[in-house]
């Protein structure tokens, strides 16, 4: 197949966690200049020395207006101005309920995943202008479709993400900018996998794939297969748009495979 991205730049928040580091081998894979950024310098240099040539790590907080500024820089005198930005790092807070939550996980979740990706948008957009163009695309949930008992910073904070994503897509579409957004279900990494942090609760627990239409948790390759298309030349009518990536889990319990015997 032919490389999609042989004259792009791509830049990938929280690159190295489960589905980031499987976004960045997938953009290196197909000939883009990969810049991984995240908060783990010893495992975003690691995965730096695995891809070899076409990569570089970029210390970033997301939360921190001056990282931006030094990742987006240290970008372009590395490989030029940005052609794509995926805002992918993410942070989830104990559960709890509303009345329970403590103010500063609310804070820190707004902080993270609203906020950060924010301040992405801010920092590439004038590098992806002098790109000519290019797209960004803003990693949600499916918790931003639906309300989530228990887990209200998150929820919150990736329902901000589609309206940020839609008014993204009207500010920088005459630039030749598209902005998107896609929403994961229950996705096989660390991230759903592991306690989260401050708390017992593995989420992966709480979302049993038994009764999806596809009744299984996803692949991260599978959410990185929807990303390699929406940033790529194939969806150049595509801006505003959400795509849902998660085995029927919004649709509700699917119908058994023997539901219809004897009907």
Excluded at 29 to 50: F, K, M, W, Y
Excluded at 99 to 122: H, K, M, Q, S, Y
């Amino acid at each position: 197949m032919a490389e999609r991205f042989s004259n792009d730049v791509v830049l990938v928040t929280g690159a190295t966690g489960g589905m980031g580091s499987s976004h960045v081998r997938g953009y290196h894979a197909e000939g883009a200049r990969v810049v991984v950024a995240g908060r783990r310098d010893d495992e975003g240099t690691a995965l730096v020395d695995e891809l070899g040539d076409r990569a570089l790590f970029a210390h970033l907080d997301v939360t921190e207006p001056e990282d931006w500024g030094r990742a987006v820089a240290v970008a372009e005198a590395a490989f030029g101005p940005i052609s794509v930005l995926v805002n992918n790092a993410g942070l989830q807070t104990p559960p709890a309920l509303i009345e329970d939550t403590d103010p500063a996980d609310w804070a820190r979740a707004l902080a993270v995943n609203t906020t950060g990706t924010f301040l992405g948008i801010r920092a590439a957009a004038p590098s992806l202008r002098r790109a000519g163009g290019g797209s960004i695309v803003n990693v949600a949930s499916t918790m931003a479709n639906v309300g989530t008992a228990l887990f209200a910073p998150y929820t919150a904070a990736k329902w901000a993400v589609r309206g940020l994503t839609r008014t993204a897509a009207l500010e920088l579409g005459r630039d030749r900018i598209r902005v998107n957004s896609i929403h994961p279900g229950v996705v096989s990494t660390p991230f759903v996998n592991e306690p989260v942090p401050g708390s017992g609760t593995v989420i992966a627990d709480a979302f049993s794939p038994d009764a999806f239409a596809v009744p299984r948790l996803a692949d991260p390759q599978e959410v990185t297969d929807m990303l390699l298309w929406l940033t790529s030349r194939e969806a150049g009518f595509v801006t505003g748009a959400e795509f849902v990536v998660d085995g029927g889990l919004l649709l509700g319990p699917a119908m058994p495979p023997d539901a219809t015997a004897g009907v």
